[in-house]
Each structure stands twice: as C-alpha cells, then as structure tokens.
C-alpha cells in the first residue's frame, strides 16, 4: 500500500539519437531526485543511446523503431500504470528541462491532475518569437478557455500527471505531431481532467542543435493549427460544449 506522504514517482525521459545527452541528463536527474525512479524510452536509437542512459543509472526500454515522443511517452506511462507509480512526469533528454525544478513541477498535482512546467510564465528567460510564438499564444488561448484556468505553455513537454492523468494517458496517447501536448491534453480535459502550470526555466540544448528557422517556425504555425482543430474535433461534443 502506498505511502501517501511519499507517493512513488518514475520519472520518463524518452530519447532519440541521444548518446551526447542523455548519460548527463539521468545522472543529474538522479541528484536531483535520488528518491525518485528513472526510466529511458529509447524510440528506436541507432546510436548509443541505451547503453549510456543504463550506464548512468537508469532503466532502459527499448523501442525496435522509432515512434516519435507520443509513442514513447504511452510505453513509460504503461510502464508507470503496471509497476503501481503514483505519479509520473516527462523531462526531456536534451537537458533543457532543468531537473530541480522537477519537483516544482511536482508540487502543482497537489491541487490538479496534470501539471505542466510553464516557460512563459514570468520566470527565467527563455523567448521564442516569429510565427512559433504566435502559434503558442494561440494554443494556449483555446486551451485556458478549455481547462478555464490561465495556461501560457501548452506545448512544453515538462509535465506531471497523478494517477488519474496516467490511466488516461495509457487509453489515449496520440503518436502524431503535437499529439503528445495539444491533442492529450484536450483529450484529457474532455474527460474531466484537470490541469495547473508551474513556472519553470528552460535550458539550452547541451549537444546539437534544435530545428528553429523562418521556414520552419512557419510550418510550425500552420501544422500547430491543425493539430489543435483536428484535436477539438476528436474531443466528444458534449464535453466540448461544457469546457467552452
């Protein structure tokens, strides 16, 4: 039986072509939060990716191709569900989620089932601007009117969910783009669900370098657009004319 003063938390970093990063990343995770277990989703590597998050300490799932972040994050959500976690929360393998504010981030399911480390949220000093930034703006707009509390980063991967959020995500965990942000979190609010932000700062990258140009960020825009309606789309009517 589970200790409710000291819930049982698996921390999941899913990680493609991350040999570079990934080693650093769960030994930093683990001095942050040495009472919390690390799980590697290695998506269908072709480098050493697995071999350096084990080496570092943590439990390695492997994946035989890639999946993309949404299909990576459903097999550490299972692995959550059957080994009896209480909680779970996603960093990213490239350390730009900062594992001190792992428990930060933590603290907000202390009063919603999905916690999500924010980074436009008047802390640390983290900026994206062009078309990507507009496209947030958006996103984070529909989805405050959705969740009816004030959200500034839907699209931040740094996110905490209880065991309620880890059932949900284990029945729906879309693969595709921005499936694993936009389009589970409405479907989780759709189904009662409910969501705070946490302030956090962003980190650079420590091996390569992120695919941000003009073009790029366009596309971002225009892909992020749809994602969201395709998303609004799948949620049932009824629930969706109850959040609005």
Request: hydrophobic content about 45%.
């Amino acid at each position: 039986m589970t200790d409710l003063a000291f819930p049982r938390t698996l921390v999941i970093v899913p990680a493609w072509n991350e040999q570079d990063n990934i080693g650093g990343t769960v030994r930093e995770i683990l001095t942050a939060t040495p009472d919390f277990d690390v799980v590697v989703v290695d998506d269908g590597s072709t480098d050493h990716t697995a071999r350096e998050a084990r080496e570092a300490g943590a439990v390695v799932l492997q994946l035989p191709f890639n999946l993309g972040v949404g299909g990576a994050m459903r097999t550490g959500f299972r692995y959550a569900e059957r080994h009896d976690y209480d909680r779970a929360i996603q960093v990213d393998a490239d350390g730009q989620h900062d594992p001190a504010d792992i428990v930060r981030v933590l603290e907000g399911l202390n009063e919603a089932d999905i916690s999500i480390g924010a980074r436009f949220a008047d802390r640390g000093g983290y900026t994206v601007r062009g078309p990507r930034r507009w496209a947030m703006i958006l996103l984070a707009w529909v989805l405050s009117r959705l969740a009816r509390t004030r959200l500034t980063d839907v699209t931040s991967g740094f996110r905490a969910a209880n065991r309620r959020a880890i059932r949900q995500y284990v029945t729906y965990y879309p693969a595709e783009y921005l499936g694993d942000t936009i389009d589970s979190l409405v479907a989780a609010l759709g189904a009662g669900l409910t969501v705070t932000q946490v302030p956090v700062e962003m980190r650079q990258r420590r091996h390569g370098n992120p695919s941000q140009h003009p073009i790029g960020a366009m596309i971002y825009l225009l892909r992020s657009v749809f994602a969201l309606v395709f998303a609004m789309l799948r949620q049932p009517v009824g629930a969706r004319e109850e959040t609005l």
